[in-house]
């Protein structure tokens, strides 16, 4: 089964450094999806890249999707209290796309003012 | 925005009592999915429908059950609860045609046996 793991596992940052999340798979990715959730709630999709190579980006939140489909990472940029959650990634099995996601443990991020 | 309902959003019950969480979406979705969500952060697939009269079981082995009688409901029934059955469960479904592959959750039903 495919695994993913992230990094850091937690993070804590001054409002308004920049900070990078990452996620590598244990077998190719044919998606990858970023979600963010904030405590005790749901998750609230982000991203999702299938392509090699691919960046997307949402206003101060940018994804990569590396040449080899097995790592991803998300940086962002100038960092405000309000990014502050869990971030996971989630891999699509190769089914059809959205189903059946396997999740990272998640990266909680904390942004201090 | 989307439009996926959890109920109830926190309980607390005794062991052995029987439970349904309850999940309903108004986006005419056919995939429905029930993850469970340790303390630790990490989401379990644990059912998963592709739509009426189809309930599969997911990644992770759970006691709880699922029915699919009415594509907007997906409720999760756990016969006699116990401490170990202790977490969060969140509610999801996706649209088969959507290019995005998005899954949209509810806000999670929040789990504690005694």
């Known amino acids: 089964s495919q695994e993913l793991e992230q990094s850091p596992q937690s993070l804590i940052v001054q409002e308004g450094k920049n900070l990078t999340i990452n996620c590598t798979s244990s077998?190719?990715?044919?998606?990858l999806y970023w979600y963010k959730q904030k405590y005790g709630e749901g998750l609230i999709f982000l991203m999702m890249?299938?392509?090699?190579?691919e960046e997307k980006s949402h206003e101060k939140i940018t994804a990569k999707l590396d040449e080899k489909k097995q790592q991803s990472s998300l940086h962002i940029t100038a960092s405000q209290p309000s990014h502050a959650g869990i971030y996971l990634c989630?891999?699509?099995?190769?089914?059809?796309?959205?189903?059946?996601?396997?999740f990272g443990e998640g990266t909680q991020l904390t942004v201090n003012p | 925005e989307a439009d996926i309902y959890q109920t109830p959003r926190y309980l607390v019950i005794g062991t052995g009592k029987k439970i349904t969480l309850e999940c309903s979406q108004t986006?005419?979705?056919?995939?429905m999915y029930w993850y469970q969500q340790d303390p630790g952060m990490e989401l379990h697939l644990i059912h998963y429908?592709?739509?009426?009269?189809?309930?599969e079981k997911g990644d992770l082995s759970s006691e709880s059950t699922v029915s699919r009688i009415r594509t907007e409901h997906f409720p999760l029934t756990l016969e006699s609860a116990r401490p170990s059955h202790t977490s969060q469960y969140l509610c999801?479904?996706?649209?088969?045609?959507?290019?995005?592959?998005?899954?949209?959750f509810g806000e999670g039903s929040r789990l504690t046996v005694l």
């Open positions: 989630g891999a699509d099995g190769g089914e059809t796309s959205g189903s059946r996601l396997t």
């Open positions: 890249l299938q392509k090699g190579g």
């Open positions: 077998k190719t990715l044919y998606g």
């Open positions: 429908s592709y739509g009426v009269n189809s309930t």
């Open positions: 999801a479904s996706s649209d088969t045609g959507t290019t995005t592959g998005e899954l949209f």
């Open positions: 986006m005419g979705h056919d995939k």
